[in-house]
Each structure stands twice: as structure tokens, then as C-alpha cells.
């Protein structure tokens, strides 16, 4: 089942002289369960890329279909709820409310979303538990070490049923311990069935997903081969 | 590498045969590097030979094999420490097939530099996602093969590193008008005057990638 789909996505900023064409025909697929890396040299399209496949931008040509659905033509309350209840996203800064605890940072959008506050903060105790927080909930952003705030970030952006994660640059700003932790997350969550779409400059990360696809001047120029087995590798080095 | 010092390491441990040390070697190097048992005597024999391990128990059997256990000297243990702390010798650049053929294609007319780049890089993300994938099946309970993996994630991510910053020099030559290699006439007429040709020093004719990008470079006449 395709979760994502980008149609023919070309996006272009300003006009005239100062016109700049971010994507051009961009055509990508993400299934369920898949977890795609995008990568690309600095302004090839990839924050344009995730900013459009997560509903927050819309393309100025081309068509982008969340489960079958076609985001474009949905009414404006629909896709907020799209965006509320199948899509996660998480940031390089992590972006967490610092005046809220772990818990409530991750509670908060499914209160937005009308769940009781009672059920919203048992279901961000669970996610946070999951992710080997469950003692920090009660702390405050500026409480927590980097990678713990990354990881409140990812069960903010899980937490209820959301189908599809978008992630710019997640381990950014984490050393390569935690960030190999949060792209092993990230895998994990793709494994019960969430399509993922990770951008990222690092090769070592992106080597996490199943597929690496490669932006260039705004183009989707090329892409790794589907993965030969683990046993290949090992007899290659013998 | 080194079979004669990592047999001395595991020998560090007490005394042990043939068979064992070529089991836990390959247990110590997380599998990636087997050894056959041949090497395994054959080294032992030379370092019994320079002092550094004895044989343990009879000894009467005179050639090495499955009989004959050994133990490391005090010469043996002097001579680990001292090759644990001596770094190897990386001073000079290995002869990098990859560099060399990026180094060609920017001399051969008409190539496509980032589809040549990208070919390169595509095959070391699909290496290194293989890799990976030991490591998440592994999911660290395995130190030394963490280890090992991690070194060669390194390893290839510093040459994808190269490539990227490799692009980013040609892309920046070009905007500052250097000119990649162009298809040359055999035989330019008498008196006309003369094709570009890429200047007689190599460096200047790939400043791309041997410089900053920066430099002038002397446009071909």
C-alpha cells in the first residue's frame, strides 16, 4: 500500500529575476512500512520536498496523495486533520515547547485533536515509555540531554496512529551514538507499518533506510537498488 | 593487520592451542576476517622462534599442531605493549583507485562528472547500507563486530564525504569559468590558431579538485 505519493511535484519560490525553481517533476513513492532517505548537497529541494509531502506547502505543480488521498483538492479542516492525525513530524531543533514537561509536549496534539486530556497523557506516558523516557515525563525540555529531546520529539510525532513520519535532518544536532539511535527508532516505527521519509546530508544515517533516493537542482536523479541480503556482504569480505 | 600481534593479545590471556586461537581471533574480529588454521602455526612457529611465545605442557612434539599449547613471554607481552601504542603508518596516501578515476574523468572530453560522481556514490550508500543492516541485526550485543562495522561505516562515509565535496569544487570551478575538457582536433591547420588544450601541468589543469577552487587558473589560449 502506497502511504505517500508525490505526482509530477515541481514547486517554484518568487517570480521573474528572483524566481527560484526548488523541485522540478519530482514523482516519488513511499509504501507503508518503507522508510525513504533523501538526500542532496544544501538547496537541491529536500526541506521543500518534506515541507510539501507533509501538507505544509502546497506544490505549484503536481499532485501529493496521502493513503490515496488527494491533499490538494481537500478542504482546508481535513487537512489539518491530516496533518494532526496521520502525519508526524520531527525537526533538526527538535522544536519542543519549552515551557511544557516531556509528557505534555507529547500529549499535545492529540488534545488539539479533541482527545480527552486524561487519554492524551496516558497515551504520551505509553509512547514515552516505549522510548525508554517513561522517567523523564515530568521533566522540562531544558531538563533533558539532547538525544532525550530528540526522543520526546519522535513520540510526539508517533504518538496515536500516525501513518506517516517526516523528518528533516533528526540527528543534526546529536553526536553519532544518538543519532544512530534515532534513525534505529525511526526504522523500528517503520517496521509496524509507518512509511517514513528521512532527509539528511549524512551517509552514515541515511544508510538506515531501504531506500536512498538523491535530489539534485531540485531533480530526484537517482536511487539505491533494492537491498541484497546481509549474507552478501560477508561472503564478499571472506 | 596484524595475526602475529593479535595472537600474542589473546595469548595475553593464558596459554591456549592452535585451534582455539583461530576461533576466538575470528570471534574477536566479529567474524569479518577469517584465518585459516595453517596461518595460525605457521605464525606461532615464527614467534616462538623470535621468543615471544613458548610452548606449554610436553613439548615434545616437535612441529606445531593441535598437541601443543602455547603461553606468551615476557618478551612476548614487552613487545604487545609496545605495538599497541605505535601508530601505523598512514603518512603516506594510498593509491585510491576512486580518486584516480575522478581525477581521469575530469581530463577525459565530454564526461559527465556528476553522473560520474554519482555512480560512485550511489555503489558506497548501497555498501553502507548493507552494513548497516549487520549492525541492526546485531543490535550491539556483539562489541568487536559493532566495532568492526562501525570502522568500515566510517571508512566508506569519509570517501562519499570526498565525493560530495569533490562535486561541489567542479560545480564551483565552472561558475568561476574553468572549462571542462573538450573533444580536440587531431591535426589543428598550420597557422590557425590553436585548440584549447589542458595546460602542461596537471594541477593547474584540474584546480577543482588538487586546490581551493579559488585560484586563478590560466584560461586555455
Known amino acids: ?238 | 593487520m596484524s595475526v602475529r600481534h593479535a595472537l600474542l593479545a589473546l595469548l595475553s590471556e593464558g596459554p591456549k592451542y592452535g585451534l582455539q586461537l583461530r576461533e576466538e581471533f575470528e570471534a574477536n574480529t566479529g567474524q569479518v576476517w577469517p584465518l585459516n588454521v595453517g596461518q595460525v602455526y605457521t605464525t606461532l612457529q615464527r614467534l616462538e622462534r623470535d621468543g615471544l611465545v613458548a610452548a606449554v605442557g610436553d613439548g615434545e612434539s616437535m612441529e606445531p599442531g593441535p598437541q601443543k599449547a602455547y603461553r606468551i613471554t615476557d618478551m612476548g607481552s614487552a613487545e604487545l605493549a609496545h605495538w599497541l601504542r605505535v601508530p601505523p603508518d598512514l603518512s603516506t596516501p594510498p593509491r585510491d583507485d576512486l580518486v584516480m578515476k575522478v581525477l581521469i574523468a575530469v581530463r577525459v572530453p565530454g564526461t559527465d562528472m556528476s553522473e560520474v560522481i554519482q555512480a560512485h556514490r550511489r555503489y558506497l550508500i548501497q555498501l553502507m547500507q548493507e552494513w548497516t543492516r549487520l549492525k541492526e541485526d546485531d543490535n550491539g550485543r556483539d562489541l568487536a563486530f559493532s566495532l568492526v562495522v562501525d570502522s568500515e561505516l566510517f571508512r566508506i562515509d569519509s570517501v562519499v564525504r570526498w565525493l560530495d565535496a569533490a562535486e561541489g569544487r567542479l560545480r564551483r570551478a565552472l561558475a568561476d569559468g574553468w572549462k571542462p575538457a573538450q573533444p580536440a582536433n587531431v591535426s589543428p591547420p598550420i597557422g590557425q590558431p590553436k585548440l584549447p588544450r589542458p595546460p602542461a601541468r596537471p594541477r593547474a589543469a584540474i584546480p577543482a579538485l588538487s586546490d581551493t577552487g579559488q585560484q586563478e587558473t590560466e584560461p586555455p589560449q
Not at chain 1, 120 to 133: F, V, W
Open chain 1, 1 to 238: 500500500m502506497t502511504t505517500l505519493e508525490l505526482r509530477s511535484v515541481s514547486k517554484v519560490y518568487g517570480r521573474g529575476a528572483a524566481e527560484v525553481q526548488a523541485l522540478r517533476d519530482v514523482s516519488l513513492r513511499v509504501a507503508a512500512g518503507e522508510m525513504v532517505a533523501v538526500m542532496g548537497p544544501s538547496g537541491s529541494g529536500k526541506s521543500s520536498l518534506l515541507t510539501i509531502a507533509g501538507t505544509l506547502e502546497e506544490p505549484t505543480s503536481g499532485a501529493v496523495l496521502v493513503n490515496g488521498e488527494d491533499t490538494l483538492r481537500m478542504a482546508g479542516s481535513a487537512k489539518s486533520r491530516l496533518r494532526r492525525q496521520t502525519i508526524g513530524y520531527v525537526f533538526q531543533d527538535f522544536n519542543l515547547l519549552p515551557g511544557l514537561t516531556a509528557a505534555e509536549n507529547v500529549s499535545l496534539p492529540l488534545e488539539l485533536d479533541g482527545t480527552s486530556m486524561r487519554k492524551a497523557h496516558l497515551a504520551a506516558l505509553k509512547a514515552l515509555e516505549e522510548l525508554s523516557l517513561g522517567d523523564r515525563a515530568s521533566h522540562f525540555p531544558d531538563q533533558l540531554s539532547g538525544g532525550e529531546r530528540q526522543r520526546v520529539a519522535i513520540a510526539r510525532a508517533v504518538v496515536g496512529e500516525r501513518t506517516l513520519l517526516l523528518a528533516d535532518e533528526p540527528s543534526g544536532a546529536l553526536d553519532s551514538v544518538n543519532g544512530e539511535s534515532v534513525m534505529r527508532l525511526i526504522h523500528t516505527y517503520c517496521k509496524r507499518g509507518t512509511a517514513a521519509v528521512v532527509v539528511t546530508h549524512d551517509a552514515q544515517l541515511a544508510s538506515w533506510a531501504d531506500r536512498v533516493v538523491f535530489l539534485r537542482d531540485g531533480r530526484l536523479v537517482d536511487q539505491t537498488a533494492a537491498p541484497a541480503g546481509p549474507e552478501t556482504l560477508l561472503e564478499q569480505s571472506s
